[in-house]
């Protein structure tokens, strides 16, 4: 499985981006995608999350009521719209799949066993 991320870029704080994250290959072994962001100097955290089908999304505190996941398992894609943006929210998000289900629902790097390229968010105050 290969996992393709775009849509960061620079944004004024309150503003909003969208990110998308396309998987190819073998990508019925895909159950959870999420999205994970890496600060510079700290650790990669976890962002959001969503099952294949029928399980509600997830998300990190610092998120929740601002991030909306999706996906679409027909183009194999997820999706993470990002509003009212703060300057804390900078950093390189990156898609990542697991393959298996996990109950409950996956937040830490190692349940995710295919990971997509970062791309940059930064918004500026």
């Known amino acids: 499985v290969q996992l393709q991320a775009s849509g960061g870029g620079l944004v004024q704080a309150g503003g909003s981006l969208a990110l998308s994250c396309a998987a190819s290959?073998?990508?019925?072994?895909?159950?959870?995608m999420g999205w994970f962001r890496q600060s510079l100097g700290e650790e990669r955290e976890f962002v959001a999350t969503i099952g294949w089908s029928g399980s509600p999304p997830y998300y990190a505190d610092s998120v929740k009521g601002r991030f909306t996941i999706s996906r679409d398992n027909a183009k194999n894609t997820v999706y993470l719209q990002m509003n009212s943006l703060k300057p804390e929210d900078t950093a390189t998000y990156y898609c990542?799949?697991?393959?298996?289900?996990?109950?409950?629902?996956?937040?830490?790097?190692?349940?995710?066993?295919?990971w997509g390229q970062g791309t940059q968010v930064t918004v500026s105050s």
């Open positions: 290959g073998r990508t019925f072994r895909t159950y959870h």
């Open positions: 990542a799949s697991t393959n298996r289900a996990w109950v409950p629902v996956p937040t830490t790097e190692s349940q995710y066993v295919y």
